[in-house]
T-cell receptor
Framework: NAGVTQTPKFQVLKTGQSMTLQCAQDMNHNSMYWYRQDPGMGLRLIYYSASEGTTDKGEVPNGYNVSRLNKREFSLRLESAAPSQTSVYFC?????????????FGAGTRLSVL | DQQVKQNSPSLSVQEGRISILNCDYTNSMFDYFLWYKKYPAEGPTFLISISSIKDKNEDGRFTVFLNKSAKHLSLHIVPSQPGDSAVYFCAAREKSSGDKLTFGTGTRLAVRP
């Protein structure tokens, strides 16, 4: 049972390069999320998708774009990477309306922008 | 503006003793609270939750207490075990925001053998 799978696990970029972080979940969840985790900042929401075909900005969306490709997959794109985007990125999913509001997380992508 | 605050970045406890992790919030519209546990190089995993209509929820060694008037919740781990050493995040949901959660900054717990 894979749950939420993120690729790649590690990535090093040069300033100005672009890349896409991939996320897929096999729990048939409607909602998916992208977070970044920085020291002393906790988890901050970048974008989320309440259902297939919809996306909305979170707390820190600048410099990112997302695509909800289908119910399973939610990708995060950095069009022109900046050193400030060095972080650990987590994808999560949940079932909308579930009583406990539990979000299930992937193992993360550690991104360094030089 | 940090709506969910964990003011202690770290906590060290002796094995077998109680660990108490604290979380404060400012948004009175939060109606559901969760604790997540995170080991290095892994994603956060759900630990325990509590609805705003309750003041206590217990699951084995883990108990969460909610004081709505003080806008404060705490996670008690009794007895603490070395395997509990991790970063603990408090999170809160505002009902009108759907399933979005607001996370605190985390507390790193170290349980000494």
């Amino acid at each position: 049972n894979a749950g939420v799978t993120q690729t790649p696990k590690f990535q090093v970029l040069k300033t100005g390069q672009s890349m896409t972080l991939q996320c897929a979940q096999d729990m048939n969840h409607n909602s998916m999320y992208w977070y970044r985790q920085d020291p002393g900042m906790g988890l901050r929401l970048i974008y989320y998708s309440a259902s297939e075909g919809t996306t909305d900005k979170g707390e820190v969306p600048n410099g990112y774009n997302v695509s909800r490709l289908n119910k399973r997959e939610f990708s995060l794109r950095l069009e022109s990477a900046a050193p400030s985007q060095t972080s650990v990125y987590f994808c999560a999913s949940s079932e909308l309306g579930q009583a406990k509001n539990i979000q299930y997380f992937g193992a993360g992508t550690r991104l360094s922008v030089l | 503006d940090q709506q969910v605050k964990q003011n202690s970045p770290s906590l060290s406890v002796q094995e077998g003793r109680i660990s108490i992790l604290n979380c404060d919030y400012t948004n009175s519209m939060f109606d559901y609270f969760l604790w997540y546990k995170k080991y290095p190089a892994e994603g956060p995993t759900f630990l325990i939750s509590i609805s705003s209509i309750k003041d206590k929820n217990e699951d084995g060694r883990f108990t969460v207490f909610l004081n709505k008037s003080a806008k404060h919740l705490s996670l008690h781990i009794v007895p603490s075990q070395p395997g509990d050493s991790a970063v603990y995040f408090c999170a809160a949901r505002e009902k009108s925001s759907g399933d979005k959660l607001t996370f605190g900054t985390g507390t790193r717990l170290a349980v000494r053998p």
